[in-house]
């Protein structure tokens, strides 16, 4: 197959459309549903995420993308019973790759919701079984089995999107792309992402654990594939939070901080102890968590409100109780995708448990944000590489 006609581009407006290839034959096969433009520039960003991920890592990854953006993406550690619970895995005994799929899920479940999935390995039935449970558009993998295949094809009433990715496929070395019929050209982002890239380490405290380097690895990794500007807050083998497409890097700082404050805050006794009515959906569960670990909690325990939810009215979580809880995350890896201009960045990530950092160096204010680092103990290493996406 050279080509793909689609219904429509970005919008409904945006007719004809397709996606084509002009040497050799697309390097995916649809099989199963109608892929959309925007569902096929998440599938073809998420794949190359979680092959370089399963490379690099040496274990099976996953990433659940939206507009082209990574919501979360993860590596196939095993899950805590704690995660288990928060993740919805149910009884479902996780594979490598559904472990994958679980915490690239858990990490953002509000922003995964109607996601497109990309998974490194070939789709195991535990897997699929798990991709059943949520609302989303579609995945990308090299290979399904085959009761993984029927599981999926059943979902949506038959109209789930699978796409079956050649692994082998390397495309050239020029990509280009059209903007207001101009024609951009340049070369393929083939930066290697590897333990290397941590070597420059340039505070005081220069110990790295495997652990370390391999959340800052997933998080240099994110950031590859992730809109820019960005900064990923990675713990456990996880995006924990991903700030994406902010013109100011502080605020991407800001957002991703805030995203694993509520992934924290989901781990909580406060969060644990909700008791939801039975005819409760899991989208509507997800969104009842977020809105009672965040600052607008009064929202859903108002009277009329909470009995719409739960079964019984939670106490309200205190903005003094979260902050106790949020200080008892720690060891988090934060990467950026350019260097910090500023130390506010590094404060506000030492909010949220930071006490690793990866980013490119070559601010002017670069002693500025070392000092930072030294002054609560932090790891930071410079890359000297770059990783804007655009």
């Known amino acids: 197959m050279k080509e793909l006609p689609l219904k429509y581009g970005c919008n409904p407006n945006q007719k004809p459309a397709r996606v084509f290839i ?48 990574p919501a979360g993406a993860a590596v196939g550690l095993p899950l805590s019973d ?8 149910g009884d479902i005994e996780l594979s490598p790759l559904a472990a994958a799929y679980a915490r690239a899920r858990g990490a953002d479940r509000m922003s995964s919701f109607g996601d497109f999935i990309a998974l490194s390995d070939p789709c195991d039935e535990a897997t699929a079984r798990l991709i059943a449970k949520e609302v989303s558009d579609g995945v990308i993998a090299p290979g399904y089995d085959g009761t993984a295949l029927d599981i999926l094809k059943a979902k949506k009433k038959g109209a789930y999107v699978v796409l079956q990715i050649d692994g082998s496929y390397v495309p050239e070395e020029i990509e280009r792309k059209q903007v207001f019929g101009v024609t951009f050209e340049q070369g393929r982002n083939n930066a290697v992402i590897d333990s290397s890239c941590l070597s420059n380490i340039v505070t005081k405290n ?24 960005s900064v990923a807050f990675v713990k456990e083998g996880q995006a924990i939070g991903v700030g994406a497409g902010q013109q100011s890097r502080v605020h991407c700082t800001r957002l991703a901080a805030g995203k694993a404050d509520t992934w924290w805050l989901r781990r909580s006794p406060q969060a644990l102890a909700l008791e939801f009515r039975d005819d409760i959906k899991r989208a509507e569960r997800d969104n009842a968590i977020d809105v009672y670990v965040g600052s607008e909690s009064a929202d859903i325990l108002a009277d009329g409100a909470w009995q719409k939810v739960f079964k019984t009215k939670p106490p309200v979580f205190t903005e003094k ?12 890896a934060v990467g950026s995708d350019a ?6 960045n590094i404060e506000r990530a030492h909010k949220s448990g930071a006490s690793v950092v990866a980013e490119p160096g070559g601010s002017i204010r670069d002693d500025d944000v070392i000092r930072t ?9 410079f890359t000297g590489m770059r990783l804007f996406h655009h």
């Not at 002009?22 to 892929?35: A, R, Y």
């Not at 260097?339 to 506010?344: A, Q, R, S, Y």
């Not at 680092?373 to 290493?381: F, H, I, Q, R």
């Open 22 to 69: 002009e040497k050799g034959e697309l390097p995916f096969d649809v099989l199963n549903g109608t892929p959309g433009y925007i569902n096929l520039l998440d599938a073809l960003n998420g794949w190359q995420l979680v092959k370089e991920l399963g490379t690099v890592s040496g274990i099976s990854a996953a990433a659940s993308f939206k507009h082209v953006s």
């Open 82 to 89: 704690t995660l288990k619970r928060i993740y919805f895995t």
């Open 206 to 229: 220069k110990t790295l654990s495997d652990t370390d380097t391999l959340n800052l690895l997933i998080s240099l990794i994110v950031l590859k594939y992730t809109q820019s500007n």
């Open 321 to 332: 109780e979260k902050r106790e809880w949020i200080s008892k995350n720690t060891g988090v």
């Open 339 to 344: 260097f910090f201009p500023f130390g506010d």
């Open 373 to 381: 680092c030294d002054a609560y103990g932090m790891v930071m290493a």
